[in-house]
């Protein structure tokens, strides 16, 4: 190819470059010149259109930086973090567009990822544990420990108590094993409590953190047979659900329950849930289809409620 064919490829290459950003040519122009400079490395793919979604993200996590150094729980800067690090529906974000941490060893340092990805999530989206225990008027809801198993040992043996949960019955050293596993901390976004009555276990509560930017969770729950039909499940959930709005900020909590657990729903009517979606025939369980509810509560809701 001539000189002059070069410098032909060159042009069209550029035009087409900057032509993603039609309403801002400076902008184009200066992250052409930066591609040119190897600015943009740490990309996965380098294209326009990645270069101008990295800008467009690193913004957005800017603005929602700011935001949440002013209120760690405010909604719209949990929505734009999010959606700026892990993306949203039909967007992708930052942790999905750069390359893996240490894959590319001759990116610049500080790299993107560390200050755009690793550094927000430490600071605004990797939540702590409440304060532990929680007590309520009758109840402790406290960490696992390795000797509640016994306790949990016959209800999950039992086919009938497990019948419209999700997981199948366990045997002894599994539930051994479970109760080990929830008494380590572990994730920061799962919280498993054990429902303590008269230094009894009674039951447990759980929290699931998810969605984007952790402003959802998801709550679950079990009360043993024996201590059934006294509004032990009740109370605990209503201490989770302030943990789940105060503590954690959450905007939403969830329930999915199979739509045949009657006494489920109607502890999501007791604590004011909305029955949100009754799902035909989408739960896998134990052999066939079942229909589904999700029932929800939004923070307003449980604020006007009286929390
Ligand atoms: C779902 C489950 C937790 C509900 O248990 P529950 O005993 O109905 O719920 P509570 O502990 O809140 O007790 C409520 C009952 O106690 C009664 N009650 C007694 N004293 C009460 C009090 N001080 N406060 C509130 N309710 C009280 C309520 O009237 C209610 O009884 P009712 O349903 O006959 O009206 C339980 O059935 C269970 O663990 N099932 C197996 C596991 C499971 O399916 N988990 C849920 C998966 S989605």
């Known amino acids: ?16 470059f900057v032509s993603f950003w039609p309403d801002e040519p400076e902008v184009g122009e200066r992250a052409w010149r930066d591609h040119l400079d190897g600015k943009y ?17 690193v913004a957005q996590a800017e603005a929602a930086v700011e935001r949440l150094r ?21 967007t992708t974000g930052l942790d999905a567009i750069l390359v893996p941490a240490g894959h590319r060893p001759d990116v610049r340092e500080p790299t993107l990822r560390a200050t755009w990805v690793d550094a927000p999530r430490a600071e605004l989206l990797t939540p702590s544990p409440p304060e532990l225990p929680v007590r309520t ?31 199948p019955p366990m045997s002894g050293a599994e539930v051994v094993e479970w109760a080990r596993r929830r008494a380590r901390a572990g994730d920061n976004t799962f919280l498993g409590l054990v429902v303590e009555h008269d230094g009894v276990p009674v039951g447990d509560s759980i929290l699931m953190l998810q969605g984007v930017g952790l402003s959802q969770a998801e709550i679950g729950w079990t009360v043993l047979p024996e201590h059934a039909g006294r509004g032990y499940a ?12 105060e503590h954690y900020g959450v905007r939403r909590v969830v ?6 657990n009657d006494r489920s729903a109607a502890l999501c009517e007791r604590l004011g849930m909305r029955r949100e979606s009754h799902k035909l025939g989408d739960f896998w369980s134990k052999g066939r289809w079942t229909d589904s509810y999700e029932y929800a509560l939004l923070a307003e809701e449980w604020r006007e409620a009286g929390g």
């Open 137 to 167: 008027d009758r109840l402790v809801l406290r960490r696992f420990r390795e000797e509640d198993a016994a306790a949990f040992e016959d209800a999950w043996a039992s086919e009938e108590w497990t019948g419209l949960l999700l997981s």
């Open 255 to 260: 329930a999915n329950l199979d739509a045949r």
């Open 1 to 16: 190819m001539g000189d002059d064919a070069l410098s032909e490829a060159a042009q069209g290459g550029h035009d087409w």
């Open 70 to 90: 002013r209120d760690p729980h405010d909604p719209v800067g949990r929505g734009m973090l999010g959606e700026a690090l892990d993306g949203a529906v039909g």
């Open 234 to 245: 009740t109370e605990a959930a209503r201490a989770m659900l302030r943990v789940a709005f």
């Open 41 to 57: 490395a740490e990309l996965g793919e380098v294209t326009p259109l990645r270069i101008r979604q990295l800008h467009i993200r």
